[in-house]
């Protein structure tokens, strides 16, 4: 005869085990300087950011899961404020979540900067629950390098139009298919098409401030849109040729990639 046994007896406490099982998830904020890393995301060859940020982690928290981040910022590309979540079961939160930003920087490397870390709902994704992000992109226009910028900032030393990149920039704006400034990847994008809330150029000094926001970006969009603003910016085309260029949903036809050291993931929002 089969002799059932009480769930408790089968399994244990039930509340010990929930305990045990229990996840947490932590959101973090960071900064790094991209010149050193391939990178936000884990390479194959090469170092990135992620990879360096989850081995120091272990050193505290050993069940931690993978860091998930809420982009994938390009070879020498910098950030402020990528956010990125991850998962450990409760019982290895061994420090406050304020206190892991104190450990964390003891440990990273100074281009690297945990900025803040907050315990989050088990829902919140850093990716999927973005509702857009900030980039910003600094380019030096002058005939010499300012060397405190050097590494975080694209030299142009041929004088831009302000007014021209300003006119241009508007034409940027709203819902639009940004195939045309959007580099090829392995796969075929399913939709071009994206939408962009902001598109400043401001001057102060010889440094010019590109700021860009939007839901979303197609890969390296944000360096496409700069090339071929400064392209404006030095009498390549007059301002009201962009809708035109983007009408034509081809990347040879429209500006440079304006290279990955001046660009900056400044803030993902939620």
Known sequence: MMVVLPCRARFGNGKQMDQKERKIKLKLIIAYHGGNYQGWQTQKSGIG????????LK???HKAGPLHGSSRTDTGVHALGMTA??????????????????AMNALLPS??????AVRVPLRFHAQFDAKGKQYQYRIWNHPSMNPLL????????????????QKASRHFLGER???SVASARKYAYENTVRTLTRCDVRKQGNEFKIIIEGDAFLYKMCRGIVGTLTAVG?????????????LTKKRSLTGMNAPACGLTLHKVFY
């Open 177 to 179: 298919d940004f195939q």
């Open 111 to 116: 281009d690297i900067r945990i900025i803040s």
């Open 234 to 246: 030095k009498g390549k085309w007059q301002a009201d040729e962009v809708p035109g260029l983007l």
């Open 85 to 102: 979540h991850l998962e450990m079961p409760s019982d290895s939160l061994i420090m406050e979540p304020k206190k892991i930003r104190l």
């Open 150 to 165: 050097d590494g975080l900032a694209w030299h142009l030393p041929v004088k831009l139009n302000l007014q021209h990149m």
């Open 49 to 56: 950011v992620q990879s360096v940020i989850e081995t120091k």
């Open 59 to 61: 050193n505290f928290f």
